[in-house]
């Protein structure tokens, strides 16, 4: 009887929604504006390194370290908008593997950052380069919590984490162009404030994106 | 039902097809019931857990993508407020075993100061729509469809103010709590 006057209530509250974008469209349209928002954020606002391109050419390793830049930046995104709405099964079963992903990825970041010895180190830092990534960074994790807010993702610390990652790894590995290759630099200016920024924004997510209550 | 009844119902409810939603909602209740029963086994705790779950279902249902199993989709929010409430109750549950092992020395040591002056200040500050729904169910302990019905509102959007209303009054409380203390 309660039961039944209570569904009335729900349905007399209904009103026409618009379904959220389905995930890979979404995340189609993000990954290309992204980076697009990226790479003319770094052009305008300070000159690139120079022989960066060069060095695509003649360094793998190089190479190597932006692939698995723009990787990171688009996994996470892939995750995020496959996890911001409930029950897609496709990215459940694809879940587990992605902790073990990120940390292999970050684990070998790390491990080329510092041991490199290929690269060289003598120039061309990029004045603010930290500030610079941080501030480019808001738009896109603004874009990110809206989405969020108007979606409804169950784990809250997992998906902050990934909207962290996916507003600032794509800078971090902007800056790979645009500043120094100094290993200490990278890892104390480019790779840590992006950890600092996931885990942050997970914190965050945790108390603003409640929805179900 | 079937499966795919269940999917065109509900993608008709995303477009404000209250026939359709009500439909959906009696079709889902006793599938949400049957889940329930294997976590919770009184009633009265079933329907509350159900009463969140429908209105979470209700919030997220722009969530629902119309080419995907709805099923799959209600019950990943299912399972993860069945959950939240396993937690909740468990840890009321933890605290009252906690409290209930204390010996009388020891519970008059740990015996909270008197806020209630405090409560109602805070509970003063809260905006009004609130204020109204925390004084009508708690204070003058009105039934929630009394007070819904004497806020003019439904009883979902009643307790949606009064949940949101003690997490305001949590946060003004917790800064007078711990200068209390």
Redesign the interface.
Known sequence: M??S????????????????Q?PNKIFFIWTVTNFLFVFGAMYYSGSMRPGWIEDLVDKPQYLLELLLGVGISTLAGYFLFHH??????EAEEKRRFLPVLLLAVLTLSLTISLFSGTQDTSGHFRMNCIYQMLVFSIPPLLVLLYHLK???P?NLYYVGFLAGLAAIAPFATAMHIACSLDPKHILIWHLSPVLVVALATAAVTQFWMR??? | MTEIDLNQLAAK????D?TA??AL??AI?PRIVRFLRKSFSRDEVI?DV???I???L????????????FL??????AK??AI?QLRSRYRLKEKEVLTDTLDDHERKVTEEPDFSNEVRDALNKLPLKYREAIQLTKIDELSV?EA?DRLKI????LKTRC?RGY?MLRKKLEQVIDEGI
């Open positions: 309660r039961e006057k209570f569904i009335d209530d729900i349905v007399n509250d209904l009103q026409p929604r618009k379904a959220v389905a911001a709405i409930p029950g897609d099964k108007r979606s409804a169950l929805w179900w209550k | 409810s995303q477009k404000g209250k939603y009500k909602l009696l209740t329907e159900l009463q969140d429908l209105i979470s209700h919030r997220g249902l722009h969530t629902y993508q119309p080419d995907r199993d799959n989709w209600m019950y990943a929010i993860f407020r939240d469809k819904a439904s009883e979902s959007a949940s997490r």
